[in-house]
């Protein structure tokens, strides 16, 4: 007999096959997904284990099972487009341009704030979990070990706002804005230029300034746009 736990571990496995296939664009929206038996059979895998799995996939919005018809992809509308197993996934096919911008834009929106809310309201183990987070920052000697820190800050500053509503949204957005770090920091001559804008941030949030950190905050997130705009467009002249 299979254990609980190999078989969580084999429809995790399932569903993370499943689901990569999906939001990598390998099967369509509309497309109806092979009939139960044909599935388990192509995976290699009990039909208990696929039935776990597609369970999963449909809460997540990825498919929806019908009677008589199957388990049919859903319009990407319908998906949780926040969940972290999704998340990850796009992540992994290697972000379009349109989910970039989309992130971007997302993060237009609540990092200002949090950096504002956070000169407000910060505690001093807060400061200095942030004042690490940068020397983290300044002190990497490699593009991992920048991007690691470079996550270490934001989610620092998130925590900081005092708001849990915000810093529990890092949990769930942590994948997208490592791989936004780590393009945006592999598409500059130095991944260390913007350590001059998380520097201000820091100083704004130190100093309990609420508009210098909101400004400061977006001046990055428009940095790091410009940054990877014109990484684009070499991209594309080097292409044409």
Request: charged share 25%.
């Amino acid at each position: 007999m299979r254990k609980p736990n190999a078989v969580r571990n084999l429809y995790g496995h399932v569903m993370q096959e499943i689901g990569q296939r999906i939001v990598s664009g390998k099967v369509q929206p509309g497309e109806v997904l092979p009939r139960e038996e044909a599935l388990a059979e192509s995976l290699k895998v009990s039909r208990t284990a696929l039935r776990e799995a597609m369970k999963v996939l449909s809460a997540k919005g990825l498919i929806e099972s019908r009677a008589g018809v199957g388990a049919r992809v859903q319009e990407e509308r319908y998906w949780n487009q926040l969940d972290a197993d999704v998340l990850a996934w796009r992540c992994a096919s290697m972000p379009t341009d349109d989910f970039i911008d989309k992130l971007v834009e997302m993060r237009e929106v609540i990092e200002p704030a949090a950096a504002a809310a956070a000169a407000r309201r910060r505690t001093e183990a807060q400061l200095v979990e942030i004042q690490s987070a940068y020397e983290a920052m300044d002190a990497a000697q490699t593009l991992d070990s920048w991007a690691e820190a470079d996550l270490r800050f934001h989610e620092a500053v998130l925590q900081a706002t005092g708001n849990e509503l915000l810093s529990s949204l890092f949990s769930v957005i942590d994948t997208a804005l490592g791989t936004f770090f780590v393009l945006s920091a592999r598409n500059s001559s130095n991944f260390r230029y913007s350590l001059p804008h998380h520097q201000k941030v820091l100083e704004a949030i130190r100093r309990k300034q609420p508009k210098v950190a909101h400004a400061a905050m977006l001046a990055m997130i428009a940095d790091s746009q410009a940054n990877l705009r014109r990484s684009r467009s070499k991209a594309r002249k080097a292409r044409a």
